[in-house]
């Protein structure tokens, strides 16, 4: 289904224009927007949309792995987008991935398969990922007027349940329960029989208690928090109850709103139909009539666990926060989202924080790895801005593992970073933050090493490279004391060599014991970059 929303405008001046393809990877189905994005407001207009159910979270119940089949048709299904999008010369094309292919035993291997097959990179991202990005999709096209907003988006392998308002998420959850894997689950009776209607709605319940207690923990006293329902599942609740009580669906969608008592309604109908009825359901889709009846129940327990009595929709939401997140991430929101355009730092500082990191320390490190990245680029390496984003991150944590133990601290350094939450970064940048901090010190990345092999080529030629960089940072503040001010690097390619003119803070200091660990610590540097590094002292270098 492709849904044409505006003219192509590919003919038209695009000196202040980009246009982006965004493409959901989801369990029950493959999305892509296509937008405009004006860089000088900014905003994005959508020009295409396009929708193909694949089922991609049909799973292997001996293996827990996609099936062959499954992936044939979000193969096919990514080529069609990748054809499209190439059609209407998209400047870039970003996909995500969520909860079958992360959950997937071969979730990995699809996704080699998609890149050498289609030519996409996805990016796999956490649930806890997934629903920050919901968040900055429906804040995109929705005003807050700073009043807390409960988001619920319904998929098919998960629910994120969010609570936010106009400046910041205030509670992120995905939990496992949406209507593919519940249909899957727990329904196999048609019409549904009381037993398993009751045991659903009881599963349901109990497996959304934990976040909504945390939703109604973090709601202020005195505020009402507006229920705010996102994606297929609740879109087509929508459609079927204005159809029941309008005689039409509104054009657009946006802002319609449900009663409890509605949705209650609808769920108790669904409940007494076969699939074939569901199917003759004025509004309802093939598809969606295998998965309507566990969806609507989310939706339903939900409701009655927030004691919210109405919600209205939003047509925006993972997909537009994709789009959110590309024109954050490369610097082209300043006003209404700027608090957002923090979020990685002010996440990385969270967790430093967390961990009791120095960071008087780490910041110092911080200025000497982007010293040395910025001199050498271009001449030594050719990584941009956003891989210095990782770097950063890894040189802030890259001494966390000290909160568990001195000894491999590198390594506990490597566990807390991926394990942690995160925000603004894909899985693969997760993998990778960690791994620089995993090899600032001691072993080299090795193929042999489980997490670091089965990083995309490009990422594992980041790690060996940034890790590198890092290693020279932490030995110019080998005491602890910044004593080292400055650092200026002079690369002679006749002969190969890096001359590192290192300015002391104290004129009076030798640094001798700085000196001695770069000495120790360079030869990574030179064995990854064939150079080899002279390093001396000169104070009036700087001068």
């Given amino acids: 289904m492709i849904e044409s929303l505006k003219p192509n405008p590919i003919s038209g001046d695009r000196t202040n224009t980009c246009l982006l393809a965004a493409i959901d990877i989801g369990t029950n189905s493959i999305h892509m927007v296509i937008v405009e994005i004006d860089k000088t407001l900014p905003a994005f207009t959508i020009i295409t949309r396009e929708k193909d159910t694949v089922r991609l979270g049909e799973i292997d119940a001996k293996t827990g792995h996609l099936t062959e089949a499954a992936m044939e048709r979000a193969i096919a299904s990514l080529q069609r987008c990748k054809d499209l999008a190439t059609s209407m010369k998209v400047d870039n094309i970003v996909a995500t991935a969520t909860s079958a292919t992360r959950e997937a035993g071969n979730g990995q291997a699809f996704i080699e398969r ?13 649930g806890y990922e997934e629903a920050r990005r919901i968040y900055l999709g429906v804040f995109s096209g929705m005003d807050f007027q700073d009043q807390p907003h409960v988001i619920i988006d319904i998929g098919g392998g998960s ?10 998420a205030r509670f992120l959850s995905s939990t496992k329960v949406g209507a593919v894997r519940l249909t899957e689950k727990l329904v196999s009776t048609d019409p549904i029989s009381e037993k398993e209607f009751s045991y659903l ?22 505020e009402e928090p507006q229920l705010v329902g996102t994606s297929g599942t609740i879109e087509t609740l929508a459609n079927i109850n204005a159809l029941q009580t309008l005689g039409e669906i509104p054009s657009p969608l946006q802002g319609y709103q449900m009663s409890r008592q509605e949705v209650k309604a609808l769920v108790k109908s669904f409940a007494t139909m076969t699939y074939e009825e569901r199917l003759e359901v004025p509004g309802m889709s093939d598809k969606r009539a295998e998965i309507i009846l566990a969806g609507g129940v989310v939706l339903m327990e939900a409701m009655s666990l927030l004691k919210i009595d109405n919600i209205i929709i939003c047509e925006r939401a993972l997909r537009e926060g994709m789009i959110v997140d590309w024109m954050l991430t490369h610097r082209l929101i300043e006003d209404r989202l700027k608090y957002q355009g923090d979020v990685r730092q002010r996440s990385v500082q969270k967790i430093a924080r967390k961990y009791q990191v120095d ?5 110092r490190v911080a200025r000497f ?31 966390c593992g000290l909160y568990i133990s001195h000894s491999a601290h590198h390594k506990h350094s490597y566990y807390l970073i991926r394990h942690a939450e995160l925000s603004g970064f894909t899985e693969v940048e997760l ?19 489980d997490p670091y092999s089965k990083l995309p080529d490009t990422y594992r030629s980041m790690v060996k490279q940034l890790s590198a960089i890092l290693r020279l940072a932490v030995a110019l503040d080998r005491r602890q004391i910044g ?23 104290n004129n009076n200091d030798d640094c001798a014991l700085e000196l001695w660990n770069l000495d120790y610590k360079k030869s990574v540097f030179e064995s990854e970059f064939d150079v080899k590094i002279v390093a001396t002292l000169d104070s009036a270098f700087g001068s």
């Fill in 483 to 505: 004593a080292i001010k400055q650092i200026q690097c002079k690369y002679d390619a006749e002969y190969k060599k890096l001359h590192l003119h290192l300015v002391p803070t």
């Fill in 114 to 126: 998609v890149r050498s097959e289609v030519g996409i990179f996805i990016n796999l991202i956490s």
């Fill in 201 to 222: 709605r009881a599963y349901v319940r109990g497996m959304l208690e934990r976040p909504i207690e945390e939703v109604n923990r973090k709601i202020i006293d005195n």
């Fill in 431 to 449: 993998e990778t933050i960690a791994s620089i901090a995993r090899y600032h010190r001691k072993s080299t990345p090795k193929k042999k090493h």
């Fill in 159 to 168: 629910t994120e349940i969010i609570l936010a308002d106009s400046k910041e």
């Fill in 359 to 363: 960071l008087d320390y780490s910041e």
């Fill in 369 to 399: 790895a982007k010293s040395l990245f910025e001199q050498l680029q271009g001449i030594l390496h050719h990584w941009g801005n956003q891989e210095w984003e990782l770097l950063w991150a890894a040189t802030i944590l890259h001494n």
